[in-house]
């Protein structure tokens, strides 16, 4: 007979890709295999789907069906190829014909011939959006996903028989989803309005949101770091919508959004406990799929670290290539995946393993050595990429009595407004923030003003090293580009050096 060939998507890594089904259905005993690295959930398929296609008045080929999935090299998981399977069989045999091309088929079939929703159809409509379909066929329960989805539209049927029904123009589609109830319902972040006192830590976030600075936030127990960091979000420029699809990929992938969430539009905030496992930190690899980690999950967003130093060593070892590539190697067998993790890291701790070295120094009771232990866990791979590091100290009576702390949404037009002029600043470069600035650049293209320099000088004479001291000069473009200064002068240097001054353990 003939070769049918319909488009599905299977998820891959951690996003989902474009899978070609090719049906051939040719004379010889009936039988039917797959080919193309389908792993048990997709070879099963082929028993779904059979049962599916008699259930649903249609007819099962008596002959040799052979199901081709490609790319071959791609190790094929899940159960939304069961719909794409089903009308290339249909089609090879003549029973329904599809006209157009730029079609994808995703959904899992019931034994009655019935279409249910799978995990991760956003991130298969995104990729179908990507691969240049406009129209995706799903069941209602992932209507909404596609909807989510700009560039492709969905044509939602609850069994294979209306599906055969639509494709010949005898029956209709279901009603599409309310298009109001497609929002994304990211949870809102904490307001800054709420934080009383805790002034200089407050710049010190701004500053981070502001250049993309990694953050230290430094102080005893129950002062208030916590509370600080979760505000970061609130003052973070909304994603990009290429970063938006991404970032909704990863968490429908992970199963942690509902299969019909809309689109992720702020950028996330991640803060693992300190027990979590190197697997859950980092990624793992699971029969063929990446379940994304921590680090992954943070893509584009915030990795908050609390209590750092109690994290396990590969866990904060682990976060070394994350933080100079944007991305993680996992390493397996069969072939490696790479997962995306550009994330914006802020760390706090105690400032010694009892707490209370930085407020009073006479109540601390740790010996040196245990404080110099405890700053060694942070040092190497976090320390030397972190800008910023604020003690964080708690606010006094009559800071708590203070009625009016500027709100969220002040700070984040400021924010707004200083990545725009670093964005312009540096079109004719390949970084866009303040923090990925090469160092050798900061001393001459971008160096700062003249009175700025000389403070800098002077700090190094002092013992400021060079690394530090490229540090600084981010700061301070970070801080004259918050103040719509065109040249970091003393001032900007100035209180960037204030912005690095606390190191734990001293
Ligand atoms: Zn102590």
Same mark, same amino acid.
């Given at each position: 007979m003939t070769l049918a060939q319909v488009w599905g998507v299977a998820p891959a890594g951690i996003a989902a890709v474009l899978v070609k089904v090719e049906v051939d259905v040719s004379q010889g005993l009936p039988s039917v295999g797959v080919v193309g690295l389908a792993q048990t959930s997709v070879t099963e398929s082929r028993w779904r789907v059979r049962s599916a296609i008699i259930n649903s008045g249609l007819v099962w080929p008596n002959s040799r069906v052979t199901i081709g999935l490609w790319p071959a090299d791609l190790p094929k998981t899940g159960t939304s190829l069961d719909l794409p399977i089903a009308i290339g069989i249909l089609q090879a045999t003549q029973q329904v014909r599809l006209t157009e091309s730029d079609v994808t088929f995703v959904g899992e079939l019931g034994l009655d011939g019935g279409v249910r929703p799978v995990p991760g159809a956003l991130a298969a409509a995104i990729a179908a959006a990507r691969a240049g379909f406009t129209r995706v066929v799903v069941c209602p329960g992932n209507a909404r996903a596609v909807m989510a989805i700009p560039g492709v539209r969905p044509i939602v049927i609850g069994s294979l028989a209306q599906l055969v029904g639509v494709l010949s123009g005898?029956?209709?589609?279901?009603?599409?989803?309310?298009?109001?109830?497609?929002?994304?319902?990211?949870?809102?972040?904490?307001?800054?309005?709420? =934080?009383?006192?805790?002034?200089? #830590?407050?710049?010190?976030?701004?500053?981070?949101?502001?250049?993309?600075?990694? /953050? @230290? &936030?430094?102080?005893?127990?129950? =002062?208030?770091?916590?509370?600080? #960091?979760?505000?970061?979000?609130?003052?973070?420029?909304?994603?990009?919508?290429? /970063? @938006? &699809?991404?970032?909704?990929a990863i968490h429908a992938l992970a199963g942690a959004l509902d299969t019909d969430h809309g689109l992720l539009a702020k950028p996330p905030f991640v803060a693992p406990h300190h027990s979590i496992s190197v697997a859950a930190m980092l990624g793992a690899v699971r029969g063929g799929r990446l379940i994304p980690g921590a680090v992954t999950l943070a893509h584009g967003g915030v990795l908050f670290l609390d209590e750092a130093p109690e994290f396990a060593r590969p866990c904060l070892e682990g976060l070394r290539q994350p933080l100079e590539q944007g991305h993680l190697s996992l390493m397996r067998v069969e072939r490696g995946l790479t997962a995306p993790a550009r994330f914006q890291l802020i760390i706090a701790a105690n400032p010694c393993p009892c707490g209370l070295a930085t407020d009073r120094a006479e109540s601390c009771r740790c010996t040196p050595m245990a404080k110099r232990?405890?700053?060694?866990?942070?040092?190497?791979?976090l320390l030397d990429r972190i800008d910023i590091r604020s003690a964080v100290t708690k606010?006094?009576?009559?800071?708590?009595?203070?009625?009016?702390?500027?709100?969220?949404?002040?700070?984040?037009?400021?924010?707004?407004?200083?990545?725009?002029?670093?964005?312009?600043?540096?079109?004719q470069h390949y970084w866009q923030l303040n923090a990925q600035a090469p160092g050798r650049l900061l001393r001459s293209e971008f160096a700062p003003s003249e009175h700025g320099m000389d403070l800098l000088v002077e700090a190094e004479r002092r013992g400021l090293n060079p690394r530090g001291s490229d540090r600084v000069l981010r700061l301070a473009w970070t801080l004259a580009d918050l103040s719509g200064v065109n040249l970091p002068g003393r001032e900007q240097v100035s209180v960037a050096l204030a912005l690095r001054n606390q190191e734990p353990g001293n």
């Open positions: 005898s029956a209709q589609e279901e009603l599409q989803p309310e298009p109001e109830s497609i929002q994304a319902s990211d949870a809102e972040a904490p307001d800054f309005a709420d =934080v009383r006192g805790h002034e200089f #830590a407050r710049l010190g976030i701004e500053v981070a949101a502001a250049g993309g600075h990694h /953050m @230290a &936030l430094l102080g005893p127990p129950g =002062v208030g770091k916590t509370m600080l #960091a979760q505000r970061l979000p609130s003052i973070l420029p909304p994603l990009t919508e290429e /970063m @938006a &699809l991404d970032v909704t232990r405890y700053a060694e866990r942070l040092s190497g791979p606010p006094t009576a009559s800071q708590f009595r203070m009625e009016d702390a500027e709100p969220s949404a002040v700070i984040a037009d400021r924010v707004l407004g200083a990545r725009d002029r670093a964005q312009h600043r540096y079109c």
